[in-house]
């Protein structure tokens, strides 16, 4: 361990590879973004799940990551193919986490494009493999998650009591050409990715959770935003009160028993990834409060040091560092 570590780290956004999800991408591996490519080295941390990145945890004081899918992960794959996929990679990342049980936790793969088989795998990888939860990559063949369809997920996910980190992928083709081409492809897609679009997509797609009533039918279900919470510590006052009654309009009748607001804090946990300044985590802690914010890297894009380094610099008091860092994590996942 570095030896300036003073406090337990888990990261809870740390994302990897095994030959089987890595074969179902494809040289493509997004289906419609050509310049989405991972470099050599790059994709080669992404598939060691063990000495190597051990090795970059200890450089940098990380205690534990819990592993996860690379994004677009299966959303984008028919069930057909996705389901052995989705076993293959939790019996995987589970062999990984056995022989390194104080350094790996894990998130499981769901092929959701059958939300039956997904809640069947969910409760394989938790029951069977001691998996913490699953990790889902935004939409599904192009359809979000607020559809009925996909409720047998969230069902199963409730029923065992662990959460569903709701991780983005890049936006459909149309919204891409749309609002973000115009630069050059690489320019574009970093634009409707990482750099901006994603992000909001996914703190719109929790909206779309909030608007249909998933959050009702489940309300103990608990879903992780990353990135800070995907604009929404941001935005959600101003969320709630369009969606409720302080609309200049009238007020506007959703099927919302609760406020967005009061979804986000019963029902929502953010985690750090890749934000590693101080402005949002403070808008953060005021939002949503020290109790439901996690720690996380973002590993391989996020880097382990940064991340490391904003932890322990970060303007907040010890209790709630030691919350972020660990104590929220080993709550809400049982480590």
């Given at each position: 361990m570095c030896e300036s570590a003073t406090v337990r780290t888990v990261t809870v956004e740390e994302h990897c590879l095994t030959p089987e999800l890595r074969a179902v991408l494809g040289a493509q591996i997004h289906p419609y973004y050509p310049v989405h490519r991972w470099p050599p080295a790059l994709e080669a941390r992404l598939a060691d799940i063990g000495e190597g990145r051990i090795a970059e945890m200890d450089a940098a004081g990380i205690d534990v990551q819990v592993l996860s899918t690379a994004q677009p992960g299966l959303e984008h794959i028919t069930p057909d193919r996705a389901i052995p996929v989705a076993r293959a990679f939790n019996e995987g990342i589970a062999e990984a986490i056995a022989a390194h049980p104080d350094r790996f936790a894990g998130f499981a793969a769901l092929p959701t494009a059958d939300p039956d088989a997904s809640a069947v795998e969910l409760a394989h990888a938790v029951g069977q493999l001691g998996?913490?939860?699953?990790?889902v990559n935004g939409r599904t063949l192009e359809r979000f998650l607020d559809e009925e369809f996909f409720w047998p997920i969230f069902e199963s996910a409730e029923a065992l009591g662990v959460p569903l980190y709701l991780h983005p992928m890049p936006p459909p083709k149309a919204?891409?050409?749309?609002?973000?081409s115009g630069f050059g492809d690489e320019v574009g897609?970093?634009?409707g990715a990482g750099a901006f679009g994603w992000h909001v997509e996914t703190g719109l797609h929790a909206l779309r959770l909030m608007l249909a009533g998933v959050f009702d039918r489940?309300?103990?279900l608990q879903i992780i935003l990353g990135h800070m919470g995907e604009v929404l510590p941001f935005m959600i006052a101003r969320a709630s009160g369009v969606l409720g009654r302080a609309s200049a309009l009238g007020p506007i009748a959703t099927r919302m028993q609760l406020s967005p607001t009061e979804y986000f804090n019963r029902n929502c946990y953010i985690s750090t990834s890749g934000f590693f300044t101080n402005p949002p985590l403070l808008c953060a802690l005021d939002v949503i409060g020290p109790d439901r914010i996690l720690f996380a890297i973002d590993h391989?894009?996020?880097?382990?040091?940064?991340?490391?380094r904003f932890l322990d610099e970060a303007a907040i008091s010890e209790q709630d560092r030691a919350k972020v860092a660990h104590q929220n994590a080993d709550r809400l996942l049982g480590l």
């Open positions: 998996l913490r939860g699953a990790m919204v891409y050409d749309a609002y973000y897609f970093a634009l489940f309300p103990a391989p894009f996020g880097d382990n040091a940064t991340g490391r």
